[in-house]
């Protein structure tokens, strides 16, 4: 999937603003990226010229002034084609570096996400969501109040870089199975996507763990959903299966005890 630079940035600044650095191949790319940038707006000619009036203009280094000016402004011309044409290996670069290293960078963010899981726990199992706190609830409840709202901006921010990391890898979902435990089955699962549209609040509330999860994580949660609807319809149809076989199977007995 091809990016633009507008994307190497927007991944870079959702990172550091979650403290993390960028792998050093997608760095390099980024550093070289500007330059590429820096080179396409220069005004080459303007320092050329500056350059030339800096001593006089003599027989002697005219010549070489009218060449070096004629190269500047053919380069001023052409320098925002030349940059673009290096641009694209750079972006798949930056791209590549940062689609191989997702897992790791959401390693990397679990420690300040499981930080504000916490405050969100604390909260569902205390405060429903929504509702205004006051003096009379207590000192505790005031407290996990007012925490509530640094751990829903730095929610905020882990989830944006999560997707624009993930993004990269070619998934640009914001599903909740990316941010909860297990859940039992299908039904658990979309009432969690429900809820996860309000806030995590909302879901430690209705008494769903909260866990920053890989790949292969999320993949796992619905993975277990989904199982677990597939056992639980399974196990119904046996049971009905076996009520509705019960009543011949006594009859038959009776049939033949009765002879």
Same mark, same amino acid.
Request: proline fraction near 4%.
């Given at each position: #999937? ?14 550091? &603003? ?61 320098? /925002?084609?030349?940059? +673009?044409? @290096?641009?694209?290996?750079?972006? *798949? ?9 997702? &897992?790791?960078?959401?390693?990397? #963010?679990?420690?300040?996400? *499981? ?14 969501? %929504? ?18 709202? *640094? ?18 890898? %070619? ?7 990316? @941010? ?11 009432? /969690? ?8 609040? @909302?879901?430690?509330?209705? %008494? ?36 509705? +076989? ?14």
């Amino acid at each position: #999937m091809p990016i633009s630079a507008m994307s190497v940035q927007f991944v870079t600044r959702s990172l550091a &603003d979650v403290g993390i650095p960028l792998p050093k191949a997608a760095q390099e790319a980024a550093d070289v990226l500007q330059v590429l940038q820096d080179e396409a707006i220069r005004d080459v000619v303007t320092e050329v010229i500056t350059n030339a009036t800096a001593t006089p203009l003599t027989v002697k280094n005219a010549s070489k002034r009218v060449q070096e000016l004629a190269i500047a402004l053919t380069a001023r011309e052409r320098a /925002a084609e030349a940059a +673009r044409a @290096y641009e694209r290996p750079v972006l *798949d670069q930056f791209r590549d570096a940062i689609a191989s290293n997702v &897992d790791e960078l959401i390693v990397e #963010m679990r420690p300040i996400f *499981d930080q504000c899981a916490a405050i969100f726990h604390n909260a569902g199992a205390t405060l429903e969501p %929504g509702r205004q706190v006051n003096a009379s609830d207590g000192v505790e409840a005031v407290r996990t109040y007012l925490a509530l709202d *640094d751990a829903q901006q730095r929610f905020a921010a882990i989830n944006s870089a999560r997707l624009r990391i993930t993004e990269m890898a %070619g998934s640009a979902d914001s599903d909740v199975t990316w @941010y909860v435990e297990s859940v039992p089955d299908m039904d658990a699962l979309m009432s /969690a996507r429900s809820l996860w549209k309000r806030g995590p609040h @909302y879901l430690t509330r209705a %008494g769903y763990r909260l866990r920053l999860n890989t790949r292969a994580e999320a993949q796992a949660v619905a993975d277990s959903a989904a199982n677990g609807t597939a056992a639980a319809l399974k196990a119904q149809q046996q049971a009905r299966v076996a009520a509705a +076989r019960d009543p011949l199977r006594e009859a038959a007995y009776a049939q033949v005890l009765g002879q």
